[in-house]
């Protein structure tokens, strides 16, 4: 099952501008998480933003959090060829008994 | 820090054998979590391992088991393999107990593919 519905769900941009990405949720969460993957390889973590949170910064990326209209942003600042990569947001709460629960992500093309 | 491995790499069997993936976590982590990754259904959890017990366990069916070792190395085996079990399966550590409660590390992936 997947929780997480990941918008939209392929982006091309220039490097140098900014990408954004969402992911919206449908129940109550602990925290959310952003995965970064490269070409069907393993995911490599970039961000936890707790529920009580509301955004969080790491270098170049931003995540916000409203658990109100229970949904989360990424955005990439600057963005570079080498940010090309699927992004996952994962949520665990409760209802899906803690598990990490995936959405489907959204497919990120860098053109240089 | 090495980080999480799993071998092999790549596989290939044919439907009705099985299967036994190995992953060894991060040193010191005692958490280790498995997915499934498939281009129709994206990333499926399947199970969870603590400190040698199954703490989670995901929707699938009992073909599907794991295990986890006192050094936390663990293992997942696939009896009677179907055609719609190829797949990446991936392995992730956590320090603490995984789930939502912290950043999970992931392994390069095992590549199976059912003929």
């Known amino acids: 099952s997947q929780q997480g519905e990941e918008d939209p769900q392929a982006l091309s941009i220039q490097e140098g501008e900014n990408a954004t990405m969402n992911c919206s949720y449908k129940?109550?969460?602990?925290?959310l998480q952003w995965y970064r993957q490269n070409s069907g390889r393993g995911l490599v973590h970039l961000i936890l933003?707790?529920?009580?949170?509301r955004e969080k910064h790491s270098g170049r990326l931003r995540v916000t959090l409203d658990t109100s209209k229970k949904s989360s942003s990424l955005l990439i600042t600057a963005s570079r060829a080498a940010d090309t990569a699927s992004y996952f947001c994962?949520?665990?709460?409760?209802?899906?008994?803690?598990?990490?629960?995936f959405g489907a992500g959204t497919i990120l093309r860098v053109k240089s | 820090k090495a980080g999480v491995t799993q071998t092999p790499r790549y596989l290939i069997k044919t439907r009705g054998q099985q299967v036994t993936l190995s992953c060894s976590p991060i040193?010191?982590?005692?958490?280790v979590s498995w997915y499934q990754q498939t281009p129709g259904q994206g990333l499926q959890f399947l199970f969870e391992?603590?400190?040698?017990?199954?703490?989670n366990k995901g929707n699938f069916p009992g073909r599907f088991s794991g295990r986890q070792f006192s050094n936390s190395r663990s293992e997942m085996n696939v009896s009677t393999l179907e055609l719609g079990d190829s797949a990446l399966y991936l392995c992730?550590?956590?320090?603490?107990?995984?789930?939502?409660?912290?950043?999970?590390?992931f392994g390069p992936g095992t590549r199976l593919t059912v003929l």
């Open positions: 992730a550590s956590s320090a603490g107990l995984a789930g939502g409660h912290n950043e999970q590390f």
């Open positions: 129940t109550s969460i602990n925290n």
């Open positions: 933003i707790r529920s009580n949170e």
């Open positions: 994962a949520t665990a709460g409760r209802e899906y008994g803690n598990k990490l629960v």
């Open positions: 040193s010191g982590h005692r958490s």
């Open positions: 391992y603590f400190s040698e017990t199954q703490r």
